[in-house]
């Protein structure tokens, strides 16, 4: 990378442009990739079948790009361009319209990650009730775990029992203080997270609620 | 006591399974009702109800199937269970607990709109509800509630279960028709509304869980009788969601029409000992916030309409006096940025702004005049774009700076002279101030 220039007092690098790099992310003298040639594309059987499942069950095919995407991360552990091209060469997409939709969700990892994701609620309501200590210290304890996908989390709609985790889909919460280190090492083991505090146990918290 | 119609013996063991829900009168007589009645006497049934949507804009939901064009055509039935507004969750218990709740009142829904097709919309993270719903829509199936000629009338319905995938924008109904048509969640230009131009361009109806589920008892009780339920245009009971500072959040089904107070200290019992009330968000994190002062309004979509916020979704989140009102607005405005889809420039450059000038307030950079420059930010936000997750954003930000305005100011004056301190001892060693 070359140093900028300083141009009228604003600092451009060579292509003119303030940022670094900014066309490094795509070979501007190839043309965009089409829909995958599926005689060139090896799709593992079962997730074509899997893939194939969704498509069927919209008037449009295109409506499964997500349940698809999905089916690609679970198998690849992120929306890795090799997923992307066989969730493409099944829908008959083009890879760059997946990656688009991709980028847009939250869940869809457009980035090598861990391969379990475990989100913490750092919303209004969960950090009223200690949530960002609650990530902080999650984060010392798992910083280390190289699968495990540890992230602050808008709102997971579990503000009931804030602070709260989603362990692999598993909500646990209120979270204490001193349940923390047990909740990491379950977590990096892949046990049952805290199962005295899993919300779907949870009775509900309407006091006529179970009146006949 | 508030009479329980969603959540009555919600907690009963195996109430998620078929039989159990049959054997409480689930598809039952009730069904068998709605469908023997013509379309036109059912939206007559469900507009003489006076329910109106439980997501968050309150319509009334009658009204609303009324609007799907009649004919023979392909028309959809979409159930909103994104469920993402900061402090909502009470679909989520719904869902879980009585998931067949929501399958029946759908089959009577688009037995009113004609539809022949549904999707029920689930947010991505709601992973352990999608297995419930999923066993349940199979289970229905089987049974024969869901698929051709549904108890021998002339309606027929598919039913999946879509799940999402993160992106709070697409609880916003067309945000979702795009999402469930495989596109980024970007919202559409109305109109044309849903009704007419929804999903794959087909005339569609989207309700709320918590609306759908309402529909079988309604047509139960007939809907004179539940009319007579809560107050005026605000008929039946609500579930709200109750967190933050209170002893005991959680879901709790009400009456329209009860004192606020009576719900954050009564049911969820108010903030701990030696607490107060501060603020409150009365309809999820997009309604401007009230006070303290404030307890004695009556939960319900008309007098929370004239106090200058919203019902909402019905979640309450308290905040209690030892909070600071910056990190809330701030939390809040972090959220907006995160999940503003970036179509409309007002929202997406409004959003990022509002939390640099927040962040600017904290670390002692912001001057009193920065508050003026936040709030003419969000009045340029409101009405600007298309859809309102901007607004939702300008709304609660813009009443936190005129509420506490007061509070604001003394923390930007406070942490700019903790700012200049640091500075100052910062510099003391070699260059000596000046005397």
């Not at chain 1, 319209?97 to 990892?109: C, P, R, S």
């Not at chain 2, 968000?281 to 401007?288: D, V």
């Not at chain 2, 979640?315 to 970036?342: M, N, P």
Request: with cysteine.
């Amino acid at each position: 990378m070359s140093t900028p220039r300083i141009v009228n007092g604003i600092a451009r690098y060579e292509h003119g442009s303030r940022v670094p790099g900014w066309d490094e992310a795509a070979d501007l003298t190839k043309d965009p990739a089409g829909v995958p040639d599926p005689a060139v594309v090896e799709v593992p059987a079962d997730l074509r079948l899997e893939i194939e499942s969704y498509m069927a069950r919209y008037p449009d095919s295109r409506s499964a790009a997500i349940p698809a995407l999905k089916a690609a991360q679970q198998r690849y552990g992120w929306c890795s361009p090799e997923a992307i091209e066989q969730a493409a060469c099944v829908m008959r997409l083009t890879p760059g319209y997946l990656a688009a939709v991709a980028g847009f969700y939250d869940q869809l990892e457009t980035r090598p990650v861990g391969r379990r994701p475990v989100y913490v609620c750092t919303n209004i309501s969960c950090s009223l009730r200690g949530a960002d200590a609650l990530l902080a210290a999650l984060q010392d304890e798992l910083g280390d775990a190289p699968d495990v996908n540890l992230r602050g989390f808008e709102c997971l709609g579990a503000c009931d029992i804030a602070p709260m985790v989603s362990v692999e889909g598993v909500y646990v919460g209120p979270v204490d203080a001193d349940e923390i280190p047990e909740l990491a090492r379950q977590i990096r083991a892949g046990d049952e997270p805290l199962p005295a505090k899993q919300l779907i146990n949870r009775p509900s918290q309407d006091p006529d609620a179970s009146a006949a | 006591m508030t009479q329980k119609i969603l959540f009555k013996n919600i907690d009963e063991p195996g109430l998620a399974t078929l039989d159990v829900y049959r054997a409480r009168g689930g598809y039952g007589e009730r069904l068998r009702m709605a469908l023997s009645m013509s379309r036109d006497a059912l939206v007559e049934e469900l507009k003489a109800s006076g329910l109106r949507g439980r997501g968050g804009a309150g319509f009334s939901m009658g009204t609303k199937a009324s609007f799907l064009p009649k004919g023979q055509l392909d028309k959809y039935l979409v159930c909103n269970a994104d469920e993402s507004e900061p402090g909502t969750f009470k679909d989520r218990e719904l869902m879980q607990k009585c998931p067949h709740m929501l399958i029946e009142g759908m089959i009577i829904a688009a037995y009113a709109a004609g539809a022949n097709r549904s999707f029920i919309y689930l947010r991505g993270e709601y992973e352990q509800q999608a297995d419930i719903l999923e066993r349940a829509v199979h289970e229905a199936k089987v049974a024969g509630f869901i698929g051709d000629r549904i108890l021998g009338t002339d309606l027929s319905l598919s039913m999946w279960v879509h799940r999402g995938a993160g992106a709070y924008i697409c609880g916003e109904e067309t945000a979702l028709l795009d999402s469930l048509e495989g596109k980024r969640g970007n919202p559409r230009l109305k109109p044309p509304f849903p009704a007419n131009q929804g999903l794959y361009q087909g005339p569609t109806l989207i309700n709320n869980v918590e609306t759908l589920a309402t529909l079988p008892h309604i047509i139960e009780m007939g809907a004179e009788h539940y009319a007579k339920i809560g107050v005026q245009n605000s008929t039946g009971t609500k579930l709200v969601s109750v967190s933050g500072h209170v002893q005991r959040p959680g879901n709790y089904e009400i009456e329209l029409g009860m004192s606020s107070r009576d719900i954050i200290y009564g049911l969820a019992g108010g903030p701990g000992e030696g607490r107060s009330v501060k603020l409150w968000f009365p309809g999820g994190s997009s309604s401007p916030v009230l006070t303290g002062d404030d307890l004695d309004l009556s939960y319900d979509f008309d007098t929370l309409a004239k106090a200058g916020t919203m019902l909402g979704s019905g979640a309450i989140i308290v905040a209690d006096d030892q909070s600071s009102v910056v990190d809330i607005a701030l939390k809040t405005a972090q959220f907006y940025r995160h999940e503003s889809c970036g179509k409309c420039t007002p929202c997406r450059e409004g959003t990022n702004w509002t939390v640099k000038m927040l962040e600017r307030i904290k670390s002692g950079d912001a001057t009193p005049m920065d508050l003026d420059l936040m709030a003419s930010v969000c009045e340029n936000i409101i009405g600007n774009c298309l859809c309102v997750l901007g607004d939702a954003m300008a709304m609660p930000i813009g009443s936190m700076v005129k509420k506490f305005r007061g509070e604001f100011e003394e923390y930007i004056e406070a942490a700019r002279a903790a700012a200049e301190r640091e500075l100052l001892a910062g510099l003391a060693p070699t260059q000596p101030v000046a005397a």
